[in-house]
């Protein structure tokens, strides 16, 4: 096994740079997911990783290997597409072994690499079907145990469960974080979905148009995003975000909405956020971050337009009195109605704020 270095990385096509001084560096038996909105490049990353794409500048290295100019067989990776990318003639148990084969590896080590792989994704039963007869998620499990019995050095995973429903993604979550934990295998992994990012990665990389907007551990993400879009982007539903001004006086250190309601900032939070006084900022709350009613200090008004009872917990969609957008999570029994105010407690401990210009969080 080995880790991933990129250095300065850039990826242009044409006139297009697509990704632009990418620096990361990845640690041996480390999981790291790569997640970020369509089209931000994080298939074009993976593939330079493996040598499918050819870097336009910057350095690939896989441990002491410096592979940026290496073709993709001799990086000793494996990939699992999302797509699956089997072989259609082939059975399973041939598409597993493909590869064994045409290295001549013995019959009997074989075999025992394929059961092993079976056994792991439960494909025992389909080892002589061919893929068309499979269903999606199926096909993705051979996908992996391809990959599996190849024994990389790097793991690399293009959204292998975008295919499969959601049950089914869940179930595999937990398999490949307990094949990682088990093989002790450097694993990069790109995902377009956030929740899948956070319950899987040691660590995530949060990525937007071409570059890295944060690298961390999934808490840290969520508890101190960066700035604006990784607050965004980590959390469902997401993060709300209203203008504000911070202000001092009389009642203390407060967060100012822009319809003059004030949410006093917490004690504790006085000497981080007190140099932001006359400041405008955008002060941003997440929805688990706030309650049913007048419950404490901090507590603004709410026009709800949809209450949405998920089980556990309602989510009040609607808008705050200056008209921006706002979700709250409150209690499932809440008696919150449509077109009907509601005043909402903010969890001032629990709030962020940013740049208005740059994003940054302060
Ligand atoms: N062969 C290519 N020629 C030109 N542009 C390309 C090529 N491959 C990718 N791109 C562009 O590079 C950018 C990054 O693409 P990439 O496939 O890496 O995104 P992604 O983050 O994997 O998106 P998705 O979540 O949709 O899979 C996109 O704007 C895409 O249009
Ligand atoms: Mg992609």
Redesign the pocket.
């Known amino acids: 096994m080995a880790g991933v270095s990129l250095t300065n990385i850039s990826k242009a096509?044409?006139d297009?740079t697509?990704i632009d001084g990418l620096d990361l560096s990845i640690e041996d038996k480390e999981f790291v997911v790569l997640v970020?909105?369509?089209?931000?490049?994080?298939?074009?990353?993976l593939r330079m990783i493996g040598g499918l794409e050819v870097v336009t500048g910057g350095t690939v290295m896989i441990g002491d290997r410096d592979v940026t100019t290496l073709r993709p067989g001799l990086r000793n990776c494996s990939m699992v597409f999302q797509n699956y990318a089997l072989y259609p003639h082939m059975s399973v148990r041939d598409n597993i072994t493909y590869g064994m084969k045409v290295r001549g590896v013995d019959r009997a080590e074989m075999d025992r690499h394929v059961a092993d792989a079976a056994r792991i994704l439960g494909l025992e039963p389909y080892l002589d079907r061919r893929p068309k007869h499979l269903s999606g998620g199926q096909r993705q499990r051979v996908a992996i145990g391809r990959a599996i019995v190849r024994n990389p050095d790097v793991f690399l995973f293009d959204?292998p469960l975008s295919n499969l429903d959601a049950k089914l993604r869940i179930e595999m979550r937990t398999e490949i974080k307990n094949l990682h934990r088990r093989l002790e295998a450097t694993m990069v992994y790109?995902t377009?979905d956030q929740v899948e990012a956070m319950t899987m990665a040691d660590r995530v990389v949060v990525?937007n148009q071409?570059v890295i907007e944060q690298a961390a551990e999934p808490i840290t993400l969520y508890e101190t995003p960066a700035n604006m879009f990784v607050a965004a982007f980590i959390g469902a539903p997401s993060m709300n975000f209203l203008k504000a001004t911070v202000a001092g006086g009389e009642g203390g250190l407060a967060v100012v909405l822009s319809d003059g309601t004030r949410l006093p900032i917490p004690a504790g939070r006085h000497a981080r956020f007190g140099k932001l006084d006359g400041r405008p900022v955008v002060f941003g709350i997440r929805p688990e971050h706030m309650a049913d009613g007048a419950q404490g200090p901090a507590v603004m008004q709410a026009m709800p337009t949809a209450i949405e009872p998920l089980g556990p917990h309602t989510l009040v969609v609607g808008h705050a009195s200056s008209g921006e957008p706002l979700t709250a999570q409150v209690d499932a029994h809440t008696a919150a109605a449509p077109d009907r105010a509601m005043p909402i407690t903010c969890m001032m401990e629990k709030m962020h704020l940013f740049d208005p210009d740059t994003g940054q969080a302060h």
């Open positions: 096509y044409g297009v697509v970020g909105p369509s089209g931000c490049g994080k298939t074009t990353t959204e790109v377009h990525m071409g």
